[in-house]
């Protein structure tokens, strides 16, 4: 088994073809066909199902594909570690954030990195938190963000800031004319969540359930509740950090939540081998630019990391 064979099988898996895949190496499909047979060969397993459209693995193939990536990750570390730090600060960096998280750092991410470290490839996607981890512990990303704390041994994590959650209001809802809305209030209406879909809650449903605030932002656009309140009347709950995205005429219809707060910290996670340490402080240092220093100053500025 060689570490080219390796690249080949993770290679059919990318393009589902042999043919593609085969331009993709820079070889011949048939050499490439008879590359991946030698490894099938030896390791007495068939990797994939050539009768299928597209090309899929066999479940085992599935699981050597895995492998397969962990592998090659950790053999580029290997070589990363004799690298100067300027040849460390270049080169491709994958980083997966939640969409709640998404426009209010990726915008930011690009200007800071292309600034200051313009020789580092930065490519920035958008997942479900489940997604993010599957995709760190298969290194197929070098960083993600999501809400902490993962409580995941196969991680570190950084917490990167904390913000609160704060109510979208209609002006023909009741609390419109509150100054603020006590949590025990919000749980007797319906509150427009992204949850398990786009719905409204019956009243009470998230403090009967024991939805928490994190849940209701795995996935989705903050500016889509928006815009159901404005179109629909009501009331939805969003990120402290989307206050600044949505237009100053929108912004009176904002109220804190109180009594508790409600809120949630942003944590960035790699891989526990992952010795990149430059471009984590890049990444790091960027979002020190981005994010207002009040909600920095009890999480990241401490430098905290969690094992």
């Known amino acids: 088994m060689t570490l080219q064979q390796l690249r080949y099988v993770i290679a059919i898996d990318e393009f589902r073809h042999f043919g593609k ?20 060969e030896e390791l007495d397993v068939r990797l994939f199902d050539r009768d299928a459209h597209p090309v899929t693995p066999t479940e085992i193939g599935r699981r050597v594909i895995d492998r397969a990536k962990v592998a090659l990750y950790n053999v580029e570390q290997i070589a990363l570690m004799t690298r100067s730090e300027k040849e460390l600060l270049s080169g ?3 980083i997966a954030l ?3 998280v998404s426009p209010v750092l990726v915008p930011g991410l690009f200007k800071y990195i292309g600034s200051h470290y313009p020789s580092i ?7 479900l ?16 963000i999501l809400t902490g704390p993962l409580n995941d041994p196969d991680f ?16 023909d809802n009741p609390a419109y004319d509150q100054d603020s809305i006590t949590t025990d209030k919000l749980y007797e209406q319906p509150i427009w969540i992204i949850g398990d879909g ?5 009243p009470g449903e998230m403090k009967a359930s024991g939805l928490s605030y994190e849940r209701l932002f795995e996935g989705g656009r903050v500016g889509i509740l928006i815009q159901l309140v404005n179109d629909n009347g009501g009331i939805t709950i969003i990120p402290e950090t989307h206050t600044d995205l949505i237009m100053y005429s929108q912004q009176r219809c904002l109220r804190p939540i109180i009594d508790p707060v409600p809120g ?4 960035l996670a790699i891989r526990n081998d992952y010795i990149h340490e430059a471009k984590l402080n890049a990444v790091v240092d960027a979002i020190k630019h981005i994010i207002p220093g009040n909600l920095l100053d009890a999480v990241i500025r401490k430098d905290r990391l969690v094992l």
């Open 156 to 171: 570190l994590e950084i917490p990167l800031y904390h913000e609160r959650f704060i109510a979208y209001v209609s002006p």
């Open 198 to 202: 786009l719905r409204q809650t019956a």
């Open 129 to 144: 938190s489940g997604t993010i981890r599957d995709k760190l512990r298969k290194a197929e990303v070098d960083m993600g």
């Open 264 to 267: 949630r910290t942003i944590s």
């Open 92 to 94: 491709p960096l994958k």
């Open 98 to 100: 939640i969409s709640t």
């Open 121 to 127: 490839s930065l490519q920035t996607e958008e997942m």
């Open 21 to 40: 895949a085969a331009e993709a190496c820079g070889l011949t499909q048939s050499t490439l066909s008879l590359m991946v047979k030698k490894l099938e």
